[in-house]
């Protein structure tokens, strides 16, 4: 839902009672991360801890570049997004269609869980 659940309506959904709110979605291409459009997407407008960063990607060398490089954000946490059906993500295999490939979705885990980000098995 990037571009439509921007920060402030996740601000108000943690006034509400959310326990954490999450990043809108980015790319986990990292050399994408200075454009205009992501960068007010990685920084915390939330108004509580943690600070959930939310990548999509489907090469396990650059989502973890983008894990490690979220560290430098103060992330406490990445989501991997799975389940965006979107055919501008699907279509580079990331979102959902990263799902139909179980091997590298493992891989995916296997790295983060390396890099200490938002994997809990």
Not at 50 to 69: F, M
Not at 87 to 107: D, P, R, T, Y
Request: glycine letters at 8%.
């Amino acid at each position: 839902m990037a571009g439509v659940t921007d920060a402030p309506f996740r601000d108000i959904a943690i006034q509400c009672g959310a326990d954490y709110g999450i990043s809108e979605m980015v790319t986990s291409q990292i050399s994408l991360w200075q454009s205009k459009k992501t960068q007010p997407r990685l920084k915390s407008h939330f108004i509580e801890q943690p600070k959930i960063i939310q990548i999509a990607g489907a090469s396990a060398d650059v989502i973890r570049d983008a894990a490690i490089a979220s560290q430098a954000l103060h992330a406490d946490a990445i989501e991997i997004n799975m389940g965006c059906p979107a055919k501008k993500v699907c279509n580079v295999l990331a979102g959902s269609a990263l799902l139909q490939n179980e091997k590298l979705v493992a891989k995916i885990y296997s790295i983060n869980l390396k890099v200490g980000l938002g994997c809990d098995g």
